[in-house]
């Protein structure tokens, strides 16, 4: 039955989570994250089956939400988001991973109007990869260990498998963001065994080689400990994402300043490759995903892998894509702000950050926290009980 509503109060139980909303929401994270892993390189034919099988969830689970419950502010939301996805795909042709953040940026806070039961799913789904992952390294069916191939214009490896993912990197991104997803659900309860927590986490991180991972959970601690009480002035913040987006396209376009020289030794090339792709493939309103050739210098630079958000962004998904994640950032440091949690506040400030050099934060599978931004479907009071439950 549709239900007709105009910002009233919450409805549903601050601790009741719909059983079909879990079902869809956990598999589809479980899914798409275990694709993430080197799992998608070593049973290709699964793979797809399982990338299809994700992209029938994520629709279903939309129509579902849409259905449940309505709203006014549900309905200019996602009449807006859908606006914006019809508009991308029709251009672009793609059901890409951004298409699919804003789907489910309306279907997940429909749903589970809860920022800690949102948490809670990701963080489960996300240590059943995990688990998955290394029982099946460990067991032969994915690797351990070794290099697949090396970059042709640095010492960085491409490919060093590590427990069943591609790089350790990725694994350090899993730890740092289930140790995010920690630092939010029980900070305020237990401030010195997530502490603690943290620095375990960072010291893994460190010890098999996933040094942005690790930064990242560094930066958190940094602001944990920083006696701050976020008030309007903290609201300066907002502006970080645009300075890092510019700073990233000056890099881009002066790669061999010293600078640039410095960055391209200390962050796997990275100037260097934000020069090839900003130089062969213009950045428009809405991007169609760029043909990459990895055949040699006469394509693009080395292997032709481009991390790095804020280029990522603007180079696959266009300025549109931009304007949208720039807004999700700013709405995660909002909420912090609001509520006054700092927790919330360093996490976001982590991520915003740790996308510069890395575009694992930039994809919904990777980090729950975008999904927050599916909460302007609320009022202002509901969404405050919604972030503090």
Known sequence: MIMMEENKELQQYPGRIDLISFVFFYLIILIQTILFTSFNTFFPHMSILMAKLVNILIILYFIYSILIKITRRKII???IVLLIILSTVWYSGVFSPYIKLLIL????PATI??????????????VTTMIITIWLSINGALPQSGTASRSMISNYQETVYFMGFNHPNAFGTFLSMIMMIFTFLFYKKYKWRVIIGL?????????IGAGTASFSILILMIILFLPIKLKKIYKIFYLLPTIVTLFSLWLSCNNTSNLGNFINTKVASRPN???AYITQYPIGFINKPPMVDVGGYSGILGNGVLDGSYIYILIFWGILSWIIY???????LKFSIDINNKALFGIAIAIIINAFPESHMIMFYENVFLLFVGFYQYSII???????L
């Open 77 to 79: 939301f996602t009449l």
């Open 105 to 108: 940026s309306v279907a997940v």
């Open 113 to 126: 109007p809860s920022a800690r039961n949102i948490s809670k799913i990701f963080g489960i789904a996300m």
């Open 199 to 207: 620095l375990l986490f960072a010291v893994i991180d460190i010890y």
């Open 273 to 275: 490759v934000w020069n």
């Open 326 to 332: 720039n807004f999700i950032f700013i709405s995660l």
């Open 382 to 388: 509901e969404r405050r009980k919604i972030l503090e």
